[in-house]
């Protein structure tokens, strides 16, 4: 399975952006999918996530502001980031659980300017 993220780029604060995850490969039953971002310096965590059969989870950093969604038809997961604040800076990656396996995409730049 390939994750293929996309999206980041650069904006000021209070702006949106839109970030989008793409899987390829042979995708078999998926248990979870989310994001996890991981700022300049400091240890990667847990954006948000959508779990099989549960609801959606979020970091209460971004509760209000980032929703996540997917695509099953278009084997895509989004992340709406609205009301964005330089502390959001870092870069953004998308995970899917697959049994006992974790893939990752290789990370998209989100940069938030004062």
């Known amino acids: 399975v390939q994750l293929q993220a996309s999206g980041g780029g650069f904006v000021q604060a209070g702006g949106s952006l839109r970030l989008s995850c793409a899987a390829s490969g042979i995708i078999l039953s998926i248990s979870e999918v989310g994001w996890y971002r991981q700022p300049p310096g400091k240890k990667r965590k847990l954006v948000a996530a959508?779990?099989?059969?549960?609801?959606?989870k979020s970091a209460d950093s971004v509760k209000g502001r980032f929703t996540i969604s997917r695509d099953n038809a278009k084997n895509t997961v989004f992340l709406s980031m609205n009301s964005l604040k330089p502390e959001d800076t870092a870069v953004y990656f998308c995970?899917?659980?697959?049994?006992?396996?974790?893939?990752w995409g290789k990370g998209t730049l989100v940069t938030v300017s004062s």
């Open positions: 959508i779990p099989r059969g549960a609801n959606t």
């Open positions: 995970y899917a659980l697959m049994g006992n396996r974790e893939f």
